[in-house]
């Protein structure tokens, strides 16, 4: 799935604005027609959540309609036209001009249907779209799953940490490619001494054999290829001399463009490799550090919509504290965001919304499956040609039944989630390999779970809160925990480490002589603890704090004023003390 471009002959337009919307909890939209428009529409902003745009919809989770009416230039005439929704969460429908085209349904991935054949070129088109995220068990991530929770239960009820955003939350774009075009292009990219060799297979739309002509250039260097398709396909391989590498201190990027008769398409390629040797990772042969955040797409107003002064500032902020990597907790991030990170050479975890699975039931499972596979697809294809991305990663904190939540320990050997569960993730594991060869693979384990769904992964990747769910208050006491733990996985695994959480939640503001937890000092002197901990051991490979800012969380007894505080910056993006921290440790 490539990401739509504009040149001289691909055109593309950005549908962003205001559109109409109008919510329909009897879900009798599309029998009244409301795809034509709406009656009682009021205004709303695409990209963007609905929740936070109307305090009626704060926690509207059920079916909703967009409509919005658009020309399309004349120019366009003669070419295939699509219409691509960059993500809408949960399931979405899209119709336009009164025609059902297509749903789609799992958020944070884009697809785009053909709409060449139903469009006006005389009068305005009318798209609408209808999108709900009821929260259900067999959904990735799950919802209103009937785990007894007790006290512990949120509102909204999911079963993770993070509010359940609804809406379109990325561009709605219309474009035209030639009739025949230039459907997809892999690039992998290796080493051989100074040398870089850029593996290209271009796929056609149509299975024909033609010719074509691959350019990379960037900076003193072109180079040209000839291009020779068979069944619409093409696969060559270009050495680039003394190639200047793509690195998180030097993300060099070229540009990359196939052409044929027909078509033509650009995309910027960064030569690097990622592997794995012993106690650490390799970036271009030499070791490297994945030191950075977990983070959430998540801002006041725009919840979890685009936003593209956000996305610049959290990315300055990020390299303020010396961070050169995040995880894409819990879901995949927009394409927007994956470009800037080639750009401004952020190593990237690229993870699947798969965060909290549980193996309770065998019809759940199986249907959850099915979409965490649909999901690892859609994303390698997304984001397969980004340099930036070094790892994917199967799931977030997957739960055998018997882990004991008031102390986080206990997922005992007979528990029969414990080897469903790792049947499931193993599979998922499997399927990203065989999709993608030339990155990393791992799943992030919760604290207290099973340590053979470790097994599969690359890295070992730990979420932490010694000290915070466990041992809140005893830092001391956390720190042996910590250190006892970390050892004896890789005692174990012999695999590099990270821990991809720790934090502990920390109201801006509150201070304490001596620190207790929720304050400033608490959380400064918690991180501290945990980098000097990974400082002291050559097997940990990165240190990914919980979280990089405050976000928006379901309402519980934990969650004060709704908000997960683990941030080492506030959601209004103001550092706390931990931020000067990590800056200590990591921007020296
Ligand atoms: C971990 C989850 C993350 C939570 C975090 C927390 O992976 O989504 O937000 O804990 O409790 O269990 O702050």
Known sequence: MLYPIQNAIRNRLD?????????????????????????????????????????????????????????VPASWRGQRIFLRVGSACYQATVYVNGERVGSHEGGHLPF?????????????????????????????????????????????????????F?????????????????????????????????????????????TGLLTLSGGETRLTTDLSFTDGVASVSVRVPAARLWSDRDPYLYDLTVETESDRYTLKIGIRT????????????????????????????????????LMVKDYQLMRWTGANSYRTSHYPYSEEEMQLADREGFLIIDEIPAVSLQFESEEHIAERLRVCLQQ???????????????????????MPSSLNLSNLSGASADDPTVVRGKQFLDTLLARTRELDQSRLVTLVTVMGGPQSWMEGCDVICMNRYWGWYVMGGQLDEARSALERELDQVWA????????????????AGMHGHPNVMWTEEYQAEFIRIY??????????AGMQVWNFADFAAVQSIMRVGGLNMKGVFTRTRQPKMAAHVLREFWAR
């Open 112 to 164: 785009a249907f053909e709409v060449t054949e139903l469009l006006r070129w005389d009068s305005e088109n009318t798209i609408a779209i209808s999108v709900e995220n009821e929260l259900k068990p067999t959904r990735v991530p799950a919802g209103n799953m009937n785990t007894a929770l007790g006290p512990f239960a949120s509102y909204p009820r999911t079963t993770y940490d993070f509010f359940p």
């Open 166 to 210: 609804a809406g379109i939350h990325r561009p709605v774009i219309l474009y035209s490619l030639p009739q025949s075009f230039v459907e997809d292009v892999t690039v992998v990219t290796e080493l051989d001494g100074v040398d870089g060799i850029v593996q290209v297979t271009a796929k056609l739309n149509q299975p024909v054999s033609t």
């Open 492 to 507: 174990t695994w012999q695999r590099p480490v990270i821990v991809t959480e720790f934090g502990a939640d920390t109201m």
């Open 15 to 71: 549908l962003s604005g205001i559109w109409d919307f109008q919510t329909d909890p009897q879900g009798v939209g599309e029998e009244h027609g409301w795809f034509n428009g709406l009656s009682a529409a009021r205004p709303i902003a695409v990209p963007g959540s609905w929740n936070e745009q109307y305090e009626d919809l704060f926690n509207y989770l059920g079916l909703a309609w967009y409509v919005r009416h658009t020309f």
């Open 376 to 398: 690892i697809d859609e994303l390698v294809a997304r984001d397969k040609n980004h340099p930036s991305v070094v790892m994917w990663c199967v799931a977030n904190e997957p």
């Open 531 to 540: 980098l000097e901990t990974a400082a002291a051991r050559d097997y940990v």
């Open 274 to 309: 990622i592997a794995v040797q012993g106690k650490q990772i390799l970036l271009n042969g030499k070791p490297v550090q994945l030191n950075g955040f977990g983070r959430h797409e998540d801002f006041i107003a725009s919840g979890k919509g685009l936003n593209l002064p």
